[in-house]
């Protein structure tokens, strides 16, 4: 049985955490799975979560990070060309540590 809980941030959230996003919380053995995001509301800044009841509730102040499930987001680019756009809606100065990418040739 899973139980809901709403973490609520005090800055904005990340433009591409949408429902069905896997959320993780950094604990001291290391990133440990939280559950399976179900509302995202960037306007008061609170993100809401499907959690399994033998999973305990990070503490105020923990770290959060989200990945995408992969089996709705498998798909690589295809064709010739492609575009990405990258954003940083931090008031403060952001360094780029890496950037990778894979493409699919959709014909030769």
Do not use: H, W
């Not at 591409?16 to 290391?30: A, E, R």
């Not at 399976?36 to 609170?46: E, R």
């Not at 033998?54 to 989200?66: E, M």
């Not at 780029?96 to 040739?105: G, P, R």
């Amino acid at each position: 049985m899973a139980r809901l809980i709403t973490l609520t941030f005090t800055y904005d959230l990340n433009d591409l955490v949408q429902v069905d996003d896997i959320i993780f919380f950094n604990s001291d053995t290391g990133a440990k799975r939280l559950g399976t995001i179900t509302v995202v509301n960037t306007t008061t800044k609170k993100i809401t979560v499907s959690v399994a009841d033998n999973v305990a509730t990070p503490a105020a102040g923990t770290y959060y990070l989200f990945a995408k499930d992969n089996k709705a987001n498998q798909a690589d680019i295809i064709g010739y060309y492609a575009e990405a756009v990258m954003k940083n809606n931090s008031t403060a100065e952001a360094e780029l540590f890496q950037l990778s990418s894979e493409i699919a040739e959709s014909s030769k």
